[in-house]
């Protein structure tokens, strides 16, 4: 499946974009968490577009202080710096361009059709095929830095999954009807579509990537539990805000509001 790109007439192909990252990329093998390394990195003045690349985290981590299931040689344990100027209330729109930037990877090599579901992790076959954790580092009242940290189970078996993880998490392997899938070939293609969109954020802003996200959301149009810092209701989601929250319709009122944060479920 290729994946086709709905966005308005004016702004740069993806065909005509050539790659200008001058950050080089790291291959490591095992490590506690390749968000520490890039980190370290970053603090020592690395270039916009450094990556880290682990075979095995012993200590990978999620969202809200989970823990993140990163087995040897069988996905795409990543982290990479960015240095953008932006405000921090606008750095959730960062993930969300993450989220784009994998998903149309994933489709374009693999043909797996992943979908995303906010704010960030992709989903095949109902289940979890990737999560995104953005980290930001602040210095004198800016942003310093952001490290976008991306784990992608690629050649996983049933068989490599704990117990809990087994229902809610599948893999590329898994989905793609059991084809291995060459993992450097995918991890190129993301960092390719991370900075091509990137670019395309920072010459636009945000409506572009909004477009595509939408496009490509498995959310929109479905009945959601939303926990957010407000408590727990259900809503229909019905788009993206211009700042990247979530539109959720009350199913009770008819309300219209946002959330930035939190976790949703798909009823
Ligand atoms: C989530 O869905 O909760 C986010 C998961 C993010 C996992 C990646 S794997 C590479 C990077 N290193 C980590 O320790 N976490 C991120």
């Not at 012993?58 to 932006?86: A, N, Q």
């Not at 960030?120 to 940290?149: M, V």
């Not at 078996?157 to 989905?175: A, F, M, Q």
Request: charged share 20%; aromatic share 6%; proline share 5%.
């Amino acid at each position: 499946m290729k994946s086709d790109y709905p966005l308005p007439p004016g702004l740069m192909k993806r065909e005509n974009f050539v790659s200008a990252w001058p950050g080089r990329i790291q291959r490591l093998d095992t490590v506690s968490s390749t968000q520490e390394e890039a980190k370290r990195l970053a603090e020592n003045g690395a270039p916009e577009g450094t990556a880290v690349m682990a075979e095995e985290q012993t200590g990978g981590r999620g969202r809200m202080g989970r823990k993140w299931h990163s087995p040897r040689g069988k996905g795409i344990w990543m982290s990479l710096v960015l240095r953008p100027e932006l405000p921090l209330s606008l750095t959730p729109q960062l993930t969300l361009l993450a989220g784009v930037a994998v998903c149309t990877a994933i489709r374009t090599v693999t043909g797996v059709p992943a979908g995303i579901k906010w704010p960030n992790d992709l989903l095949a076959g109902g289940r979890k095929i990737c999560g995104i954790l953005l980290e930001s580092s602040f210095r004198e009242g800016g942003l310093h830095y952001c490290i976008a940290g991306i784990g992608i189970a690629v050649n996983l078996t049933e068989e490599d999954y704990p117990d809990e993880l087994k229902t809610v998490g599948t893999s590329l392997l898994i989905e793609g009807g059991g084809i291995p899938v060459d993992r450097m070939r995918l991890a190129a293609a993301v960092l390719t579509e991370l900075e091509y969109l990137y670019t395309l954020y920072i010459a636009h802003g945000f409506q572009p990537i909004k477009v595509l996200w939408e496009s490509m959301s498995v959310t929109l149009g479905r009945q959601v539990s939303v926990n957010s810092s407000r408590g727990r209701t259900e809503a229909v989601a019905v788009g993206l805000d211009e700042g990247g929250g979530l539109m959720l319709r009350s199913s009770s009122t008819g309300e219209i509001t946002s959330v930035l944060s939190g976790e949703i479920e798909l009823i």
